[in-house]
Structures are given as C-alpha cells and as structure tokens.
C-alpha cells in the first residue's frame, strides 16, 4: 500500500511512493486547472473568509461525529490552503521570501480521509451566507486525489470493468445472464398479468434507449417489470442495447474525465441503434451524470428522459389507464 495509514476505505496496492504524490498531485491540480473551468470557483472561495461555521448545523455527518473535520468549511479549507499556496501570486511569493506551507504526504492522507467522508449532499451550500459550493470543492478534490491513486478500490474495479472489461458494465453481467434475466421476466408477465411483454434488444430506430443502473438486472426484478409495463401500454418504441446497457456513471463520485467517457459511451450506443433519446432507469447517480450529456457530447446528442418523467407525461396524456379500486386509501 502507498499510505502511511489505512484509511476507512480500501485502496488498491499498486500506486506511487510516497515521495512522488504531492508533486504529482500538484501536476494533476494545475492541468485541472487549466482545462477545466474550476479556477473561477476557486479563485472566488479561496478569496472569502469561508469558515464561519454555520454550515455544520446543516451537516448530517457532523451532527454524527461532531468533529472539526466534518464541519464542511473546515474540510473545504484543505483544497482551498493548497490552492492559494500553490496557485495564487500572493501564495507563491509569500512561500518564497517567508516560507510557509508545504504539501506532504501526511497532508494528502488528511484529504484522502475527510473528503471520502463527506456524502457530497451540497445540504451546507443552502445555508452558506456566501454561497460556497462545499460539494463541489468535495468532487474536485477527490478528482486530483484520484490521479495520484487515492479513490476507493470498489469505484476503480467497477469502472475498470464498465470501460475496459469483457462484459463494459459495472456488476460485470455477461449479456447472455442479461437476455436470460429479461426472458424470465416476460415469463412473470405471462404467469401473473397473463400479458406478453417482451423486453426488446438493439431495434434500430427506436425513440428510446433503455439504460438503467445495471444492476436492475440481478437485484431490482419489480422495477424493471415496471418499466417494461409503462412502455408496453403507452406503446413507446423503446429498446435495450447489446453493446452497452449500463446507465451506471460512478464517475460522478470521484473524477469528470471518468464520468465524461461513461456518458460518451451511452451517447455512441444511442447513435449505433440511431435511437433519439436516453431513456434513464430508476437510478439517482445514472440521472444526474446523463444530464452532463449536452455537455460531453454537445447539443446535438440524444435528449435525456428519466423513466419517471416518462411515465409522468404518459399519466398526464391520459395513456396509462388506472384502476381507482387497486388504490384503496384514495
């Protein structure tokens, strides 16, 4: 292991000395920050005097521990130092005729832990009287960390194996075990609605490309039903593609360029079947980085639907008939 200490999550073996981290942390920040667009958020928070502290009463984590290093400022503060330090003219002359900061090793394992505690909720921006973006700060910091090897070994194997692997999903569920699970379901329809309902795969020209959290596939069986059952009635032409049918971005958590190629590869299996829309499953995370789609893949990529505004709008339209008596506490 590369760390002085464990942290409360497990990383992979394999990594860079101790003594080459905080120069290549400092390498990551700097191209971050040159070809990302975070400098004027930084510029503007490492500027403020950002810890008056009423962010930790809407901290559902330091209410838990009660210690300093959740309170969101404070952890926030650990970017924010490095960054006049090393990235401001004020910082970097200061350093230089009075000495002052310097990054270690021992300082990356005090980011490495209080960012991976943080849940990224962005509860401590609505109460910020300055409007400081703690959740963002959380996602960058994570980001540079991730480039030095310090991200939890479970968001690298599933992402290694959504990108790179033989099954491109993050459960790693061979597309066989994928159609076999869906023949199963329509079996279900049969047996329990006597319905036939089939679950459609690479039907080219479809308005929707199906792309749930993968995972649906092994351990969500009701929900899936559901949607199936929404696109049947209302009839919408949807399909599930073969060569990706992962909606799964765990990029989200810990590194734009990893969620920027997750949401490129559902845009390229959309235009393969010369689909129209993303059609998202029951899924908080595969929702949010999807809506980066405009974004990564520019405005003419696929529109992004979320199965519940789907079936919002087919309600609406009056095209999913409802049976009043199945809801008895109306």
Known sequence: MTTQRKYSYHVEEKGLELSERPTR???????????GNYQIALDTYARMSAKCGRCAAACQLYEATEEPQDIPCQR??????????????????????FGGFTLTDDYLDEMAEAFYRCTACRRCK???????????????????????????????????EQLDGETGNTSAIPLPALKDT????????????????????????AEYVFFPAVSDYIMEADTLMGNAAVMHVTGGSWTIGTQNYDGINYGIFYSDHIMERVVKNIAAEVDRLKGKKVLVGECGHATRSAWFLP?????????????????????????IPLKPERIPER
């Open 126 to 160: 609505a109460t910020c009287p300055l409007g400081i973006d703690h959740g963002l700060i959380t996602h960058l910091a994570r980001w540079i960390m991730a480039e030095v090897g310090i991200v939890p070994r479970a968001l690298v194997v599933s992402v290694r």
């Open 295 to 319: 974004t990564f893949s520019g405005p003419e990529g696929p529109q992004v639907v979320h199965c519940m505004e789907y079936a919002h709008e087919m309600l609406e339209a009056g095209r």
């Open 25 to 35: 942390f400092l390498e990551a920040f700097a191209a971050i920050l040159d070809h």
């Open 182 to 205: 869906c023949e199963f379901l329509e079996e279900e329809f049969q047996d329990i609605y006597n319905i036939e309902i089939k679950y459609p795969f690479d039907v080219e020209g």
């Open 76 to 97: 926030s503060e650990l970017l924010l130092r490095v960054y006049r330090r090393y990235f401001m003219q004020s910082g970097v002359l200061k350093a230089r005729f």
